[in-house]
């Protein structure tokens, strides 16, 4: 993920589309104490969360993370379209990796920006826009494909990632692609934003996302990587962080203020440092905290 994100100002419309079995919690507000605490009662309604992370983000020789030990931990995996990272081989072996595990696929579409990492935003026409997601999409879904899976949902990148959530525009561009390509694939964001209206419009079901190793300011957003403490180090921390995320749905600021967050899957960064114990233990303290693991698709 880029440097800021939000966590979203609304709930979503009681006119979106269905959504599957509730697994997670919460409405994408900034709420005053005193906030909702755990309890035995909240986990009944609580049952799942989904795990994912960013992976395939190597290039060629050059390798960034431990996809394969992250395989062993996530239930999904956003996996790069080569136009923010990924090379062609790389990104079949992450795929057949995936498959092997059981793990759902996602496309990771991004702004063309290999230099950049897709963290920089381009200030693309919606046209090309379009036609570039689709593009990734249709490549990952290829690849996946071979590797005996398929794409299951569509989340994007970074900048992207960032933008069309205010950006109305790419917003609309983005979701347009993916309903263009197949309307079943859920889409990943942050609920609330524009992209999730402009997705729920065209009937495509949309999948509250949360950060685990990442700071949020007090407004909801996400603390930027050029600012001391912006990613989050201590698994132990982290971990009793997100099962309060998935339990009560708040998460606590960087102020100390509690935020509300409409969560059915928690993002780890596979190209954090110390990624692979950061999810491990994320893991261990939501299913000993009664928190099943289950993808969301």
Known sequence: MSSTSIVGAMALNSSSPARRPFCGLGWATVVKPPVRRFSATKLATVPCIDLNADLGEGFGIWHLGDDDAMLGLVTSANVACGFHAGDP???LTVCRLAAQRGVRIGAQVSYRDLAGFGRRFI??????LLADVIYQIGALHG???????????VKPHGALYNTIVTNREQAAAVAEAVRQVDNGLPVLGVSGSAFFDE????????????????????????????????????????ADR?????????VTAVDGSEIAVDVESVCVHGDSPG????ATIVRERLMSGGVELKAFC
């Open 242 to 250: 997100v099962l309060t995320m998935v339990t009560a749905g708040i």
């Open 275 to 278: 990624a692979v114990q950061i």
């Open 123 to 128: 200030d693309v026409t919606p046209e090309d």
């Open 89 to 91: 081989a790389g990104l």
């Open 143 to 153: 690849l996946a494909h071979a590797a005996g899976s398929s794409v299951s949902y």
């Open 199 to 238: 997705a729920g419009q065209r009937g495509l079901r949309t999948v509250g996302e949360a950060f685990a190793d990442r700071a949020y300011r007090p407004d909801g957003q996400l603390v930027s990587r050029r600012e001391p403490g912006a990613v989050l180090d201590n698994p132990a921390a982290i």
